[in-house]
């Protein structure tokens, strides 16, 4: 999806829930990590992650959408914008949009090890240096099985 269609889907999303028009640039920003979107303040853009659209839809991303144009629309009025605030609260449960996000599991890559003398497995983010470390459970030695995605 490009940032044009990005643009017209939010602007439509708006017109249909809120009654109101989206004046201001909608974009992605494949930066965020933790986030399904942001509203910047001081220039009303609002950017989408776009790995919430692949990962679990347009129906999904919906919700993330109506969620920041509550944060939009509110401050535009000078009302309460922030998630703390009763003005926000009442309008996500008015266009049904979700509080928070669903976190996306990324595929880590993992390094498994295993120990020669207990049969023990062990799972790591990095990869090590066998001959420094031993088993935590029995003190054997270590040995270097696979580099894979969990």
């Not at 976190?103 to 020669?116: F, G, L, M, R």
């Amino acid at each position: 999806m490009e940032q044009a269609e990005l643009q017209s889907w939010m602007e439509e999303v708006s017109l249909r829930y809120f009654d109101k028009p989206f004046k201001h640039q909608a974009r992605f920003n494949s930066r965020l990590r933790t986030t399904g979107g942001r509203y910047l303040l001081r220039s009303h853009d609002i950017e989408m992650n776009p790995k919430y659209l692949s990962h679990y839809g347009k129906e999904y991303f919906t919700g993330i959408m109506k969620h920041e144009l509550c944060h939009y629309h509110l401050h535009l009025e000078n009302k309460g914008y922030m998630h703390r605030d009763q003005d926000f609260r009442a309008l996500l449960k008015a266009v049904r949009a979700p509080r928070f996000c669903k976190a996306i599991e990324a595929d880590i890559p993992k390094h498994a090890y295993v120990c020669e003398k207990c049969g023990q497995e062990f799972l790591r983010k990095r990869k090590f240096n066998v001959s420094r470390y031993a088993c935590g459970k029995c003190g054997g030695k270590l040995r270097y099985i696979s580099n894979g995605t969990a």
